[in-house]
């Protein structure tokens, strides 16, 4: 198989994802996830259904 440039540049985007991807982790050991929206506020069974949707991820 011989190297074309598609080949190549895929495979130099991949080794620079990789390289840059442990530098994007917390180094805490604890991720969390934030979630934020713009809808009316509610509780877990009334309201909008976004907001409902955005309070069971938290």
Do not use: E, V, Y
Request: proline letters at 5%; one cysteine or more; aromatic letters at 8%.
């Amino acid at each position: 198989m011989t190297l074309s440039r598609r080949n190549f540049i895929h495979g130099a985007g991949g080794a620079a994802l990789a390289a840059a991807t442990p530098a994007a982790w917390p180094q805490s050991g604890a991720a969390g996830l934030k979630i934020s929206h713009q809808f009316p506020g509610g509780t877990l069974t009334d309201g909008d259904f976004r907001d409902r949707l955005c309070r069971r991820w938290h």
